[in-house]
C-alpha cells in the first residue's frame, strides 16, 4: 500500500534529497554495460539487483544520517514500451519490471526510513524520444495513451507518485499529467533545458509550466528542472514570481557542457561537487520554497552529500 499517496511530505517544506545521475554512475563507477542508459534492466538478475540497491542505499543512508527527507526514484527512466521493446521486453515484462523497480525501493524504505527522514517512493517515467532533443512530439491524447501503461502499473504499487524526469517538450507532459491524473496519482513533471534556459522545444520554462497547468486544472503537484547546469537556468527564476514557486525540485547536471556536448562525450564530466553546493545553496536561499534536490548526469553520492551539507547548514544559520 502506498504511504504518502495522498499527502506528499516535500510539499509541507524542509529538505528532502533524492539520487544523483544513476545511468552515468553505474557505467561510469561501476563499469556496467546500460544499453539504451536503460538502468532497469538490471533487474533482470541478482548481480544487477545489488547493483541497484548499492546505489540506492550509498544516497538514502546520507538522508538518514542528516535527518532529511528523501525521494527513492525509480531506475525506469526507460522502462517504457518504445525503449523497451529494443531490450526485448513485451508489455506484460514491462508491468513486471516496473512493479519490480518499485518493490525493491520499498524494501530499501523499510531499511533507511525514520521519523526524520521520511522517504517517498516515485515512479520514474522517461521521454518517450531523447531526452536530449525534442524531436518529433507526440500530441498530448498520444502521450496520455503511450505513458498509461507504466503509469497503471506504478498506480497498482506502494509507489506515491510519478515523476517524468527529462521531459522536452508541452505535449507530452501534459499527456504524463493526465495519465497520473486518470490513475489516482500525484504528477511532478521534470523539465529540461538547453543552455539558452530554454527546453529543448524552443519553450521558456515560464510557457512551458504555464501552458501544462492551463490543459490539466493545474494539475501537476509541482515542477522541477533536471539534466542543466544551474548557469543553464538560474538566472531565469526570478524570486516571488507564481510560475517560480510551482518548481520545487532540482536536478542539476554536475556539467556545464551542452546536451550535444554530453551527447558526444566519451569521458565523464563531474564537475565540482563543492562548487555545485554552494550555487544549490545560492538558489535555495534566493527562492526559499525549493524542497527536493538531487542531481543528474555526472553527479553521484559525494555531490549530493555536498548539496546536503550545505543547504541543511543555511537552514539551521
Avoid at 67 to 75: N, R, Y
Amino acid at each position: 500500500m502506498a504511504k504518502y499517496r495522498d499527502h506528499l511530505p516535500q510539499l509541507d517544506g524542509g529538505i528532502f534529497l533524492t539520487d544523483g545521475g544513476i545511468e552515468t554512475t553505474l557505467i561510469f563507477h561501476e563499469g556496467l554495460d546500460l544499453p539504451y542508459f536503460a538502468a532497469f534492466d538490471l533487474l533482470k538478475d541478482r548481480t544487477g539487483q545489488a547493483a541497484l540497491r548499492r546505489y540506492f542505499s550509498s544516497h538514502a543512508s546520507i538522508a538518514q544520517q542528516h535527518d532529511c527527507g528523501f525521494i527513492l526514484e525509480s531506475p525506469t527512466w526507460r522502462a517504457s514500451s518504445d525503449w523497451g521493446s529494443k531490450l526485448g521486453y513485451r508489455a506484460a515484462d514491462l508491468v513486471e519490471v516496473n512493479r519490480q523497480s518499485i518493490a525493491l525501493l520499498a524494501d530499501l524504505r523499510r531499511t533507511f526510513e525514520t521519523a526524520k527522514a521520511p522517504m517517498v517512493i516515485s515512479g520514474c517515467v522517461g521521454p518517450r524520444g531523447d531526452g536530449y532533443q525534442a524531436g518529433e512530439a507526440m500530441t498530448a491524447e498520444e502521450a496520455q495513451a503511450y505513458h498509461t501503461l507504466q503509469i497503471e502499473a506504478f498506480a497498482e504499487s506502494e509507489a506515491d507518485m510519478i515523476t517524468a524526469i527529462t521531459m522536452t517538450n508541452v505535449p507530452e507532459a501534459v499527456g504524463v499529467t493526465r495519465a497520473g491524473q486518470a490513475a489516482g496519482m500525484p504528477v511532478v513533471i521534470s523539465f529540461t533545458v538547453e543552455t539558452d534556459g530554454r527546453l529543448p522545444s524552443g519553450d521558456t520554462l515560464k510557457d512551458a509550466i504555464a501552458a501544462v497547468d492551463a490543459a490539466t486544472g493545474d494539475g501537476p503537484a509541482y515542477y522541477m528542472i533536471n539534466c542543466a547546469h544551474p548557469d543553464h537556468f538560474a538566472e531565469a527564476l526570478v524570486a516571488g514570481e507564481a510560475w517560480v514557486r510551482r518548481i520545487r525540485g532540482l536536478r542539476a547536471n554536475a556539467s556545464r557542457l551542452s546536451h550535444a556536448e554530453l551527447d558526444e562525450a566519451e569521458e565523464l564530466d563531474d564537475g565540482n561537487p563543492e562548487e555545485l553546493s554552494q550555487q544549490y545553496r545560492a538558489l535555495w536561499a534566493k527562492l526559499g520554497h525549493i524542497t527536493v534536490m538531487g542531481g543528474c548526469c555526472g553527479t553521484d553520492h559525494r555531490h549530493i552529500e555536498a548539496i546536503c551539507h550545505a543547504c541543511s547548514t543555511a537552514a539551521a544559520a
